[in-house]
């Protein structure tokens, strides 16, 4: 009796020594890739530029221009969310061997393609309202 | 008295200059690749929302025979000839 008794016991500190184990390791993974998980709009990515995590440390002589694509947020897409576009493979392979020169943590392929998007998109965006208003203001007129 | 002219502020510049280089962007990218085959064969996953924003701005830009593909090609080909050098040249002076 004294002896199922003993065991019992030792099988329950084992499990929760794993069980603390686990969690302890779960956290680890997590703050290792601090992301982003939002699918905010671009009018709301605002609010993450100032966020420390997100801050890069310089990287040698790199254009101060091309540095701000990295003041955008990485986008995490959970796959099932997402949409598929395709690309070519010659630009495919060239953005690999950018981003394996940047060797930045968390940026992949497929992250930096959309700080590149990202950063279009944010820049050109009151000249494709424009265009956009344009586009409108046609189809308007040809409704009339 | 003269009052300062909105025409002239050098936001809307800015913004002119912008446009007219999204439009030349286009428009090279038309000339050099537009009746060409567009082998985009690497699949992409692209968050939803900025899926939407690309279709939106694509359309804009482009009228409905600009697809999304088109408008990322467009995109990376412009970044690429700006910046793909960029980065081997940095490290090659570390």
Redesign the interface.
């Known amino acids: 009796m004294s002896t199922a008794v003993f065991v019992m016991v030792v099988l329950l500190v084992a499990m929760v020594l794993i069980d603390t184990a686990l969690v302890l390791w779960i956290h680890k993974s997590q703050a290792k890739n601090i992301k982003l998980k939002h ?4 009018a709301q990515m605002q609010e993450y530029e100032d966020d420390e995590r997100f801050h890069i440390a310089p ?5 101060e221009e ?1 540095m701000n694509l990295f003041s955008n947020p990485p ?1 995490d ?1 959970p ?1 099932r ?9 010659a ?2 392979e ?2 690999r061997q ?1 981003v394996n ?2 060797n930045i943590d968390g940026v992949n ?2 992250s930096y ?2 700080m ?3 950063d ?2 944010m ?2 965006e ?3 309202d ?3 208003n ?2 409108y203001g046609k189809s308007r007129k040809l409704a009339n | 008295m003269k009052t300062n002219d909105v025409n002239s502020s050098p936001a809307l510049a800015e913004s002119e200059e912008n446009r007219s280089r999204l439009k030349e962007m286009y428009q090279n990218w038309l000339k050099e690749k537009g009746n060409k085959e567009k082998n985009y064969e690497v699949p992409y996953l692209i968050s939803s929302e900025l899926y939407h924003a690309m279709e939106v701005a694509a359309y804009a830009l482009g009228g409905e025979n600009f697809k999304v593909e088109d408008y990322l090609d467009m995109i990376l080909e412009n970044h690429l000839k700006k910046f793909g050098n960029l980065i081997e040249n940095a490290n090659s002076n570390k």
């Open positions: 699918n905010a709009p671009l990287l040698g002589n790199l254009d091309y986008m897409k796959a969310r997402g949409k598929s576009a395709y690309l070519r493979d630009y495919h060239r953005i950018i020169a940047l392929i497929s393609v959309d590149v998007l990202t279009h998109l820049r050109y009151s000249q494709i424009h265009l956009l344009n586009c």
